[in-house]
């Protein structure tokens, strides 16, 4: 386990890639900003310890100290994955947001009126990524500005 999934409940990688399972991460326009999603997922009901604000120093160390301590199977599981297009492509892309300043937040979600209620929060402060990672998909709900996807559609009809 690396630094970054021992921030997590539970488990938060699959193959070598960062899936945190039943949270919700956001990646907003500063530290600040996430500082103060996080401080209104609290004021709004979510347990403090269920919520992670990331300064995007640390977010970009983590994923980095995660990626280095794979084994080979992580690695290539890692290259599939970001072929298809799926986690380690997102991971790719938050990293170079929060290496350009941006900050992240996750908050942990059990049923889907707290994800409904975090997501509603969440909105409220423009992230520029926001996606729910389930025990088998991803719903994305807000596609990263590099991308052009239909998930982000897909994902607002929730």
Not at 22 to 34: D, F, K, R, T
Not at 63 to 89: C, D, I, P, Y
């Amino acid at each position: 386990m690396s630094l970054i999934t021992d921030r997590f409940s539970g488990n938060a990688s699959s193959f070598g890639v960062l899936y945190p399972t039943n949270y919700i991460l956001a990646v907003v326009a500063n530290e600040g900003v996430a500082k103060s999603a996080q401080d209104a997922l609290v004021a709004n009901g979510f347990a403090a310890e269920d919520v992670i604000d990331f300064p995007a120093a640390e977010y970009v160390s983590l994923v980095e100290a995660h990626r280095e301590n794979k084994h080979l199977w992580g690695q290539f599981m890692e290259s599939v994955s970001r072929t298809m297009g799926t986690e380690a492509v997102y991971v790719d892309l938050d990293l170079e947001l929060a290496r350009n300043g941006a900050g992240v937040v996750a908050v942990l979600v059990q049923e889907e009126e707290g994800k409904k209620r975090a997501r509603e929060i969440l909105d409220g402060f423009s992230p520029k990524a926001m996606r729910h990672y389930a025990n088998l998909s991803i719903e994305v709900f807000v596609e990263h500005p590099q991308t052009a996807s239909s998930a982000q559609n897909d994902g607002a009809a929730n």
